[in-house]
């Protein structure tokens, strides 16, 4: 079992930035592949960003690349989402999420997920 907490959220101008986090506990973290999602209401849930736990292999979507970096501390058993000039369109509730397979993709079965932190970028 995987417990993930997500913290960092908050309000932001837009241009601004935030650093999301991804705190787990339980089995090792480190042969987790974690992703990023975001969900705004009335929307399905979408990819964001994710690392894969062998070679750290990372992957983006298209709407985030160049301006979010995923990066993960083993040794802190913690992922973190850095965002920089965020838009109005990043406004979002934030869900990390962890797979016993390996990869950086959206295509990934995610076994566990956190709660959530929510991201709102004022223009």
């Known amino acids: 079992q995987v417990q993930l907490v997500e913290t960092g959220g908050g309000l932001v101008q837009a241009g601004g930035s935030l650093r999301l986090s991804c705190a787990a506990s339980?089995?090792?973290?480190?042969?987790?592949?974690v992703g990023w999602f975001r969900q705004v209401p009335g929307k399905e849930r979408e990819f964001v960003a994710g690392?894969?736990?062998?070679?750290?292999?990372?992957s983006y979507a298209d709407s985030v690349k160049g301006r979010f970096t995923i990066s993960r501390d083993n040794a802190k058993n913690t992922v973190y989402l850095q965002m920089n000039s965020l838009k109005a369109e990043d406004t979002a509730v934030y869900y990390c999420?962890?797979?016993?397979?390996?990869?950086?993709?959206?295509?990934?079965?995610?076994?566990?997920w956190g709660q959530g932190t929510q991201v709102t970028v004022s223009s």
């Open positions: 999420a962890a797979s016993s397979k390996n990869g950086p993709g959206p295509g990934l079965a995610y076994d566990y």
């Open positions: 339980g089995r090792t973290f480190s042969r987790y592949s």
């Open positions: 690392i894969s736990w062998i070679g750290g292999v990372k």
